[in-house]
């Protein structure tokens, strides 16, 4: 089951509201100051629905999370946490299937991150509300939704121990180049935003990678981007000269760089052409922090 989470705010007619500096969105760049690191709404949907609710029975669930908010992210947790077990036991990531599951009691999931995740609700009495909740929220936006468990049902799934077959990850040392991208946001009253301190021009290409080659990326931000590569799919390797973090396992296409830097592994298969890396905070990427690369 799809859960799509992003945040909006409305106008009293229920119209989006956005906080552009021109309405129309055609003349002057840029959003209110309040706007300026990104916009954060004050309602909560769920695949469309404000803070909905979900019948569930005793039984596994699988979700296939999506931030699909412009740049709020979420620290996800079940509320009250299961007595037994972990609340989220993750099976894939941005790319598809991990090799072996993971458990976590809570999800980092910043813009564009997708983890799918097995719930097990019996581990909840029937009749019982079980609350998805955003750790980083404040009132109306620390919820997100909620699970009533509704029913018993004969649990006729199982998560394997082994997901999917030892995957080909791309190695550093198979490196040919190593470059670094450092994400540095504009400020307030329509700032540009810059990468390498550069805003997107859509001629200037700034990396080419052969076709199949392997590249290191090593990306900084500052303060915290989540940083998106089109075409392809990468490893992360490191976060700040120590092991990935607990949610980059897998294949990735976005990463969560919260300060510092993180380090990926990448090969370009597949096809030559010219493609984008940028912030996926939409403010700050339509504020140009984007670039061109080109496989050759």
Known sequence: M???IAD????????????SLD??????????????NGMFGD??????????????????????????SNAR?????????????????QVGSDGGLLEAPVPHERLLASPAERFDVVVDFSRYRVGQEVTLVDRLGA???????????????GEESAVPERLAPEQDFPRPEEAEVTRS??????????????????????????????LGSTEVWELSADPQHPI????????????????????????????????????????????RGKYVFHCHNLKHEDMMMMANFEVV
């Open 73 to 89: 992210a979420y620290d996800l947790a079940l509320d009250p946490p299961p007595v037994e077990g972990p609340s989220f036991l």
């Open 139 to 153: 009132g109306a936006t620390a919820r997100v939704m909620r699970f009533i468990v509704v029913r018993r049902e």
């Open 23 to 36: 309405p129309t969105l055609t003349e002057k760049p840029g959003v209110f100051a309040h706007a300026s």
């Open 181 to 210: 991208f450092q994400f540095v946001a504009g400020g307030a009253w329509g700032g540009m935003s810059t990468i390498n301190f550069r805003v997107f021009d859509p001629e200037r290409v700034d990396a080419r990678p052969r």
């Open 228 to 271: 998106h590569l089109h075409l392809v799919h990468f490893k992360v390797i490191s976060r700040d000269g120590g092991p990935p973090g607990p949610y980059d396992a897998g294949w990735k296409d976005t990463v969560f760089v919260r300060g510092g830097t993180v380090r990926v592994a990448a090969r370009f298969d597949g096809y």
């Open 43 to 68: 309602t909560i949907l769920v695949n469309g629905a404000p803070w909905p609710s979900l019948e569930v029975s005793n039984t596994r669930y699988r979700f296939r999370i999506l931030n699909a």
């Open 8 to 19: 909006r705010a409305f106008r009293e007619d229920g119209s989006l509201h956005y906080p």
């Open 2 to 4: 799809p859960l799509v």
